[in-house]
């Protein structure tokens, strides 16, 4: 289980960085930013909305505990994603290969995240079933 949560932990930090890296992008190169959104035929206000999402996003992800929302947060950044190398593929600008990096990172992240909340789950089930054996001897 110590490995799982490593690499759940490092797969956060890094993309975290990445989404945390491309808000400070777009608030830095605001102009070119909001130049490329319109070139993929989105609207120039899209950006701060994006912005604004990745970083609750990523504070959902980092902070909270509650399983639902974590859930839709997870959701949220898979179709940001995804649909931001579908727009790079259709526009003809470039392919979208920072998106398919996040987009794997995502999913590493995902996976371990099911993995240590299902060694849980199992974990406390057999401390309860251990507890009633212990109550019937």
Known sequence: ??????????SLVIFSL????AVLNSAINYDAIVLKIIILGYPAYLVQVIGTAQ???????????TNWIREWAYAGF???LVFGII?????????GATAVA????LLI?????KKIKEKKK???KLKSNQTVLKKVS
């Open 1 to 10: 289980m110590k490995n799982l949560k490593t690499y759940y932990v490092i």
């Open 18 to 21: 990445a989404m945390l890296g």
């Open 55 to 65: 970083v609750i996003g990523i504070s959902i992800l980092i902070l909270n505990r």
């Open 78 to 80: 898979f179709m940001n």
């Open 87 to 95: 727009a790079h593929l259709l526009a003809k600008d470039g392919n």
């Open 102 to 105: 996040c987009s794997i990172l």
């Open 109 to 113: 992240n995902y996976v371990m995240y």
């Open 122 to 124: 199992n974990k406390k």
